[in-house]
């Protein structure tokens, strides 16, 4: 490799040069305060794992996305995080042990194999909200609540929330009578939105005509309010535990459009993509008229169970690199005061008070190049009169 | 594996549950601000990245440190970041190409495969601070006061600081005639203090006798102030380069003690250990009394040639867990207000009020286990008169 590339990313690998993390390190400390102010509080989990404690759930898509070191101490396996629910989970479970609802928060890395996403990376930087050991409507409201606050304080508006009940999927085919195998390749053509392949493969799998109408006609059950009647319609022969699961839903939607009415909601009892380990009630938001997903989440009740306990949770996560792209919020560049290279002792103080206030003060190095203007400073400082004065930069 | 140990994380691998992790945040916060007032704007440098962009000095050692992976889209192989400052400087070289002196900061973890520092940590936060563009005293000065700056901002008094100046051994291995392969050999035995090997290395180099007894001399080179006239006395006739470094050390220890007369300083021309691309004059922190480092920096001139751009560089950088160990300053615990399950609409209203106030408040989720106590809120919400009114909790 030549000296000429030797500075080229891997694609998907990217960095944050001053303008993008000043705006980063600044809505980081705005959305952990918000959610502080919720209740959630902050954790920092390992970059890498066993991948025992990594890949706890059924989810092929995660051990793909996950890159793999051997612990050279021990000759184990190990994954970078490619996610970080199951590690907060651990925490809840193992760490923290109580019996109390409990609210986490983290903001960090992930790193994915492949590239994903609607900005094509692999290394998100991923802000999420937990909440563990309530199961119902309440805790779901919460935390969908919470998601739609964020995207709020940076900016965004016209969302569309998407909501869905992974329960209903899985009831119906379980019901139907379809093996294991059959539901995998059934959800992969679904998640795929491979329609005509997921008619093709439904046909083939001798169902009852009755199941395999409903089956059908799932694929194609989505929109907005006015869909759940014949949603309930068309399912209404089926276990009590679908119905039931459609009200949850429609629940749900109701007390989210108490607190924002302002909000576009879809319903979805067939979206599963990009769902790795929930198990009920799931939720996506997107802009109003755009294709993919900026923030999602859903429940995940159970997921501590490998660490020994069990414990109901749910939760959303985004990527905050990608909510920065499409943010209409920018930030000020900030105007230093350039300060001459003199060792009095006076300056040094009058530099160390302002840089007290706050002010950046940038001390020119002796024989530097570049002047004040160079330096983004639109002030210097001054000897008048045996004060160091701040003026505007001539 | 069972799941008793899933939850096992690898040796020197570690997470940060809520009250570390807080801590963590509000210095983040407060360095980060303090270092921007100092003119260092902050950057994010991938979490991986190409061998051969990670791997730029001469350093072995860092190559051993570094977590290999293979780009499964091109078959190269990838590092994850072990250090910040290659990264840094291909920042300087390639992305921004300014002229003028450059500052920037950094804060994120890296990782070791093998555990090191005070902490035996696989996992350091690592903060730092670098200015590009600039050889001379000012702003090694410069650089110094700001880690010094770093450690009184968390607390942390006695400090010791360690000057030196990795280019006196280098230049006075190649006056004595010693070949790369003797030098990395000796280099390696002082990295070490392995001293009695280092003697009997040294013997078999079959040296003029002179130079045999300097680089003896060397090993032992360490003290105060006054140990730099006897220094320059043993070295009086070698090379003038050597002299040169040595008063370079000594200005840099002037102009540092005007700023922070309270710190004690120490010379030592042979301490190279734990400086991997440093080629001139090199700075560690200590507390008195203390053996680790907690601290450390020096100069690196043209580091950023391999990326097509040769600067003057000097920086630090520190690990930010290892400081939260050490600091005496501890946060208070965030005490909440509980809010009762209540659909009223004007609760709502209060509760998004306290929030936008800096206050947490944590809403009951119906049927939850736990009270307010065990919610870590010392107030409740209380409905009197038509109003809610917060209450101490009783």
Redesign the interface.
Same mark, same amino acid.
């Given at each position: 490799?030549s &000296? +000429?590339d030797?500075?080229?990313?891997?694609?998907?690998?990217?960095?944050?040069?001053?303008d993008?993390?000043?705006w980063?390190?600044h809505y980081r400390?705005s959305l952990?305060?918000?959610f502080?102010?919720?209740?959630y509080?902050?954790?920092?989990?390992?970059?890498?794992?066993?991948l025992? &404690?990594l890949l706890?759930g059924p989810s092929d898509d995660l051990d793909l996305q996950t890159?793999?070191?051997t612990?050279?101490?021990?000759g $184990?396996m190990?994954g970078?995080r490619a996610d970080m629910t199951s590690?907060v989970a $651990?925490?809840d479970?193992?760490?923290?042990k109580? +019996?109390?609802?409990t609210?986490?928060c983290y903001l960090g890395?992930v790193?994915h194999?492949?590239?994903s996403g609607r900005d094509l990376t692999r290394?998100p930087l991923q802000l999420g909200a937990e909440l563990y050991?309530?199961a119902?409507v309440?805790?779901d409201v919460?935390v969908i609540c919470l998601m739609l606050e964020t995207l709020k304080l940076v900016g965004i508006e016209n969302i569309c929330l998407d909501l869905g009940h992974v329960g209903i999927y899985t009831s119906l085919m379980r019901q139907a009578g379809l093996n294991a195998e059959q539901q995998k390749s059934l959800q992969a053509l679904l998640q795929q939105r491979a329609l005509p392949e997921y008619e093709q493969f439904l046909s083939a799998c001798s169902l009852e005509e009755e199941w395999q109408e409903i089956l059908m006609a799932l694929s194609d059950l989505s929109g907005n309010e006015g869909m759940l009647d014949s949603a309930k319609k068309v399912l209404q022969n089926t276990n009590s535990s679908v119905i039931e699961n459609i009200n949850y839903v429609e629940e749900l939607s109701k007390r989210v459009m108490? $607190?924002s009415p302002e909000i576009q909601i879809h319903f979805d009892f067939a979206a599963l993509s990009g769902y790795r380990y929930q198990n009920g009630a799931v939720f996506a938001a997107y802009i109003s008229g755009q294709g993919e997903q900026i923030a999602r989440g859903g429940r995940y009740d159970a997921i501590g169970?490998?660490? %020994?306990r069990s414990r109901p949770a749910t939760g959303f996560s985004l990527d905050l690199k990608a909510l920065a792209k499409i943010s209409p919020h920018a930030l000020q560049a900030?105007q230093?005061i350039f300060a001459p290279?003199d060792?009095d002792p006076q300056l040094?103080e009058k530099i160390m008070q302002?840089?007290?206030q %706050?002010?950046?003060?940038?001390?020119e190095? &002796? %024989?530097?190049?570049?002047?004040a203007l &160079?330096?983004q400073c639109n002030r210097i400082l001054n000897k008048e009169k045996q004060q160091w004065i701040v003026k505007e930069r001539k």
């Open positions: 490799m &000296s +000429e030797r500075w080229l990313l891997p694609e998907g690998i990217e960095e944050s040069l001053p993008e993390a000043a980063l390190e400390r952990l305060d918000m502080s102010t919720w209740g509080e902050l954790v920092i989990t390992p970059l890498i794992e066993y025992d &404690s706890i890159f793999k070191l612990d050279q101490l021990t $184990r190990m970078v590690q $651990r925490i479970a193992h760490m923290l109580r +019996e109390a609802p609210r986490f890395t790193l194999t492949r590239p290394s050991g309530h119902g309440d805790s919460e108490q $607190r169970e490998v660490f %020994g900030i230093g290279n060792d040094h302002l840089r007290a %706050g002010e950046r003060v940038i001390c190095l &002796s %024989g530097q190049s570049g002047d &160079s330096m």
